[in-house]
């Protein structure tokens, strides 16, 4: 008597359960919560704008907030380990410059995080434009007549960077390398920061992402002597590339997003599916573009492999241009 009463009061918990729709085993539909999106860079340059994009579409897709979370400091490292340290469950995603990820193991002693094991790739986001610009007044208008004035006064002309270290100065050392000119370098705090005092006419030359310098080169207070990419970009067409002048100079920055590891493969599969949805929104695109950005769609498998191979190629690039940061 006393089983057959236990075993009615167990199958009326399963009906409760069932009923409630609550059962152990059951998964919540992710994301069913706010989901943050972080930044380790400043608002305003080209990570923080591709963010803001991304997470606009993502919002949309989930019917939930995707908010971007700026946490700068030390490179990118603030803001990357903080990532690398955060609850493995979807809901802290990390959307990363190449700067920081592959780039910063090689600058710092110590940056809080391994960019290969503390992560799990999502997929690559978007390419950036760079430019090296001037001042209008500099008297070179493209990267031969600035190689021909530099190599006239050795040391003479200053370039300014985000920093000591910063992509946009290894790229300015990889251009003295490459052409056998030597530039003074002057880092700032910020690309802003550096970009403002060209234009100002303080620093002849710099570095710049599209996003930092697009509009001071629409206004005509920057003038572009070259694109730093592989290929032309899109928004300036007539800029020849550097690599045109010089053969085989040339670096894409891009732009990925990323878990902390040990995140469930369905919810990154899911993300990975809805960025390229993303990437595929015609409003997205333009927006990217007017930022003189363009989607790189991937799978998360093409964004480990980039990682694995820009390590090794920026480990040298660091180690030639001596640069070392605390």
């Keep these: 008597m006393k089983r057959r009463q236990l075993n009615l009061l167990l199958s009326s918990l399963s009906i409760v359960c069932f009923a409630s729709g609550t059962p152990v085993h059951a998964q919540e539909k992710y994301p069913s919560r706010q989901v943050t999106l972080v ?14 994009v991304i997470a606009q579409k993502l919002s949309e897709q989930w019917g939930q907030s995707v ?23 979807g809901y802290t995603l990390l959307l990363n410059a190449d700067s920081a990820q592959v780039i910063n193991p090689f600058l710092y002693a110590k940056t809080g995080f391994d960019s290969v094991k503390d992560f799990d790739p999502i997929a690559p986001v978007a ?26 006064k050795p040391g003479a002309l200053s370039i300014a960077s985000a920093g000591n270290g910063t992509l946009n100065h290894l790229i300015g050392e990889m251009l003295q390398k490459a052409t056998d000119i030597q530039l003074q370098h002057i880092p700032y705090k910020a690309a802003a920061a550096a970009a403002t005092d060209v234009v100002g006419g303080q620093v002849p030359l710099s570095v710049q992402s599209m996003p930092s310098s697009i509009a001071f080169i629409r206004a005509g207070k920057l003038k572009v002597l070259g ?15 550097i690599g045109e002048t010089v053969a085989g100079f040339g670096a894409t920055p891009w732009y990925g ?3 902390p590891a040990g995140t469930p493969k369905n919810i990154l599969q899911q993300i990975q599916v809805d ?10 695109q333009e927006k990217l573009a007017t930022l003189g950005c363009e989607p790189f769609k ?7 492999q980039i990682v694995r191979s820009d390590l090794i190629r920026w480990a040298k690039i660091v180690k030639d241009s001596g640069a070392k940061l605390d």
Excluded: C, W
């Design 39 to 52: 930044v380790p860079q400043a608002a305003g340059g080209a990570n923080d704008a591709i963010a803001r």
């Design 67 to 89: 908010i971007v979370e700026n946490r700068p400091g030390a490179g990118g490292n603030v803001g990357t380990a903080l990532v690398a340290k955060a609850k493995n469950d």
């Design 257 to 259: 997003m990323f878990a």
């Design 127 to 152: 390419k950036a434009g760079y430019v090296l610009v001037a001042h209008p007044s500099l008297p070179a208008n493209n990267v031969s007549e600035l190689i021909a004035l530099a190599k006239s």
């Design 298 to 304: 991937g799978t998360s498998e093409q964004l480990a």
């Design 227 to 241: 694109v730093v990419n592989e290929k032309r970009l899109a928004a300036l067409p007539d800029s020849p590339t």
């Design 275 to 284: 960025v390229s949805k993303a990437l595929d929104a015609k409003d997205a």
